[in-house]
């Protein structure tokens, strides 16, 4: 058996958080780094861009 190393996740925003739960889901061991210490109150990933709908 293969002995699994820490997977560092860096950013804290909407595709660091989802990829930070899958891993812990799995109950792989991972470190999550963000580089602003207060929450941003901005909205992340608040539109749809038609050629993403494509």
Known sequence: MR????????????????TALGLDFYGLPFALFEEDAELSL???????????LE
């Open 3 to 18: 002995a699994i190393a820490p997977i560092i996740v860096v950013g804290a925003g909407p595709v660091g958080l989802t």
């Open 42 to 52: 901005d909205t992340k990933a608040g539109t749809v861009l038609t050629r993403t």
